[in-house]
């Protein structure tokens, strides 16, 4: 069975290497089957062929039957993937405690101050170019908080909310309750939406890491009163601006999906 380059390269970042991948694909192709054949059928050569098979039924992506000779057959795509993901999630947690276990006393004994990305954004086009932008370099998911006063910026930032609905990234956006009717059916095309009677500040969350605050009374592009912001590039900030935004999406009303 032939592998297009893509999913051949997606497999070995997920951990599989060369003669698993051989070994897998062929077992889709053959069903169950037992490891001599499978060795011709798949060109991993069969001093090679119990040891690749043993590793993948570890890894879970394959499984092998009580018959002499042993048969063994592939599990389905998505069983096999959600058991890499358990077993790297488990592993990660694992090393993560080893490591900060040893390391953060010694970083704390240092001395050093950690010093992370953060701006101090004024004026409302400064501030409406950093959002567009984080809008458009997202890559897995975003959060939007829209004050009345930033209704503006929501509509400007449409066709940019489109192109990531369509790579599949993950949109919440949270309004004011007086934000107009227009203006919510766009973005309930496009995102999960929820609406939130007072909401007075504003702010996007990028991947978890990148986090725009509005601070600034005023935020719409013909706006004359100053308006100011807080961008920062820090997951630790991002993280406590993405509780808050959580809270408020418990406290407000879902809208009705329209999504196409």
């Known amino acids: ?82 058991t890499s993901r358990q077993q790297f999630e488990t592993e990660f947690k694992n090393n993560e405690n080893i490591v900060l276990k040893e390391l953060t006393p010694l970083y704390e004994q240092s001395g050093i101050s950690e010093k992370p990305d953060i701006w101090i954004i004024s004026g409302v086009i400064n501030i409406a170019t950093k959002i567009l932008e984080m809008v458009d370099s997202c890559r897995s998911e975003v959060m939007i908080a829209i004050p009345k006063v930033a209704e503006e910026l929501a509509k400007e930032a449409l066709p ?29 095309r496009l995102a999960t939406v929820k609406v939130k009677k007072g909401l007075f500040g504003g702010g996007i969350i990028s991947d978890k890491r990148y986090v725009v605050l509005l601070l600034g009374e005023e935020l719409g592009t013909t706006g004359t009163k100053e308006a100011v912001a807080i961008w920062a ?20 009303k879902d809208v009705k999906s329209t999504k196409v």
């Open 160 to 188: 940019k909310l489109r192109l990531l609905h369509d790579r599949g990234v993950d949109i919440t956006i949270l309004v004011s309750e007086d934000v107009d009717s227009e203006t919510l059916k766009s973005l309930s």
């Open 1 to 82: 069975m032939n592998l297009s380059d893509k999913t051949r390269k997606a497999l070995e970042k997920i951990g599989l290497t060369s003669y698993e991948i051989k070994t897998y694909s062929s077992l889709l192709k053959t069903g169950p089957i037992t490891a001599s054949d499978l060795s011709q059928k798949s060109g991993v050569p069969y001093s090679k062929i119990y040891e690749v098979l043993g590793t993948l039924e570890e890894k879970g992506w394959i499984g092998s039957d009580d018959s002499r000779p042993t048969q063994y057959f592939a599990k389905s795509p998505a069983t096999a993937i959600q």
């Open 233 to 252: 590039d820090h997951s630790g900030l991002a993280g406590f601006a993405r509780e808050y935004f959580e809270y408020l999406l418990k406290e407000s």
